[in-house]
C-alpha cells in the first residue's frame, strides 16, 4: 500500500460504516471493539465482527473474520480485488491473511487511512 491512498470509486461511502456496525455488534456480545469487512467492485462482501472472546480464538480477529466470510459467500479461494476497510489497523497475521486471500489494499478508520500490506 506504499503508493498511496485508495481510489475512492474502489470503496463506497458506506464500507467504513459497516466496519463500524460490525464494531457494535462485537461489544453488544461482550467482544473486542473491533469490526472489518471486505469489499469488492464497489459492494461488501465480506463481514467481520471480533470474535475473540466469543470463541475463545486469539486468531478470530474482524479482519479474518471478514476475510473467511468473503470467500465463504463467494465461493472462491481468493479475493483479488478486494478491499479491506477496518475500524483500526490490522496486525501482523491479518495484513498476512489479507495478503494470502488476494487483497492487496487495506484502509482503516474513518480518514480511510491506507494500510502497507507488504511484507
Known amino acids: 500500500m506504499g503508493s498511496g491512498r485508495v481510489p475512492a470509486q ?3 461511502d458506506h464500507a ?6 460490525q464494531r457494535a455488534r462485537a461489544e453488544s456480545w461482550g467482544d ?3 469490526g472489518a469487512v471486505v469489499v ?3 459492494a461488501v462482501v465480506g463481514l467481520g465482527p471480533s470474535r475473540v472472546v466469543q470463541r475463545r480464538d ?6 479474518r473474520e471478514a476475510i ?10 481468493d479475493l483479488a480485488g478486494a478491499v479491506l476497510v477496518g475500524t483500526s489497523p490490522p496486525c501482523s497475521r491479518c495484513r498476512e491473511a ?7 489494499r487495506a ?3 474513518e480518514r480511510l487511512e491506507p494500510v502497507d500490506l507488504d511484507p
Open 10 to 12: 474502489a470503496v463506497p
Open 16 to 21: 467504513y460504516a459497516a466496519a463500524v456496525a
Open 32 to 34: 473486542q471493539p473491533y
Open 40 to 42: 469488492l467492485d464497489g
Open 58 to 63: 486469539p486468531d478470530a480477529h474482524a479482519e
Open 68 to 77: 473467511g466470510d468473503a470467500l465463504r459467500r463467494l465461493g472462491r479461494a
Open 98 to 104: 489479507a495478503r494470502r486471500a488476494g487483497i492487496r
Open 107 to 109: 484502509l482503516w478508520g
